[in-house]
């Protein structure tokens, strides 16, 4: 099993609203990680996760909160985000952090 | 910046023709990777080359990597409308645990 996945694959919030992005997978990958990607543009590294202990975090605002659970869950919990937070969130994981990613198709979250 | 950076921007070829994307990169690496990425969806590994290695290959792909110019590039052979996407260099920076990716080249292949 290569799958990477994540739920919801569409999220539309206030700025307001709490919400939680997940990622799942069963490959026994001990690095995980959350890019958040705008239109035409790479993807940007938010956090790493290295066997469950966040070991990166690229200066991301506070109102990003990851999680990890256990080694095959990461999750990502927002709250109180801004318009321009808005873009495609993606997830990955790896065996090891500079070896081939794996990732999930992606969250397409809309902030109004 | 790290951020490698990739030429051209856009790309549109034939069908059957064959399609030549550039990376450069800053830092010293391990490792080079090219994915690819379908509209606004998750991005799909295509090839790994390690910094000792100077060409790789993969089926219609063909991945060159040369350390002293910090630069590789990625040749996809008789290409077809399916391979229509968004191609990224990545590359480790040296670094153990994260990966640094390139501006892309959108490729647009005619049928």
């Known amino acids: 099993d290569t799958e990477v996945t994540q739920t919801p694959k569409h999220l539309v919030m206030g700025m307001t609203n709490k919400k939680s992005l997940k990622c799942e997978q069963h490959m026994g990958h001990r690095a995980m990680y959350w890019y958040k990607q705008k239109a035409k543009k790479p993807p940007e590294l938010m956090f790493v996760y290295s066997y469950e202990k966040l070991s990166i975090n690229e200066s991301v605002p506070s109102r990003f909160s990851p999680e990890c659970p256990n080694s095959s869950l990461l999750n990502l919990h927002l709250h109180a985000l801004q318009p321009e937070d808005s873009a495609l969130y993606l997830c990955?994981?790896?065996?090891?952090?500079?070896?081939?990613?794996?990732f999930g198709p992606g969250t397409r979250l809309l902030v109004l | 910046s790290q951020q490698g950076e990739e030429d051209p921007q856009a790309l549109s070829i034939q069908e059957g023709e064959n399609a030549t994307m550039n990376c450069s990169y800053k830092?010293?690496?391990?490792?080079l990777q090219w994915y690819r990425q379908n509209s606004g969806r998750g991005l799909v590994h295509l090839i790994l080359i390690r910094s000792n290695e100077r060409e790789k290959h993969s089926g219609r792909l063909r991945v060159t990597l040369d350390t002293s110019k910090k630069s590789s590039s990625l040749l996809i052979t008789a290409s077809r409308a399916a391979d229509t996407a968004s191609y990224f260099c990545a590359t480790d920076g040296g670094a153990t645990n994260k990966l640094i990716f390139g501006t892309g080249t959108l490729l647009a292949v005619q049928p």
């Open positions: 990955a994981s790896s065996l090891k952090g500079y070896e081939t990613q794996y």
């Open positions: 830092t010293s690496i391990n490792n």
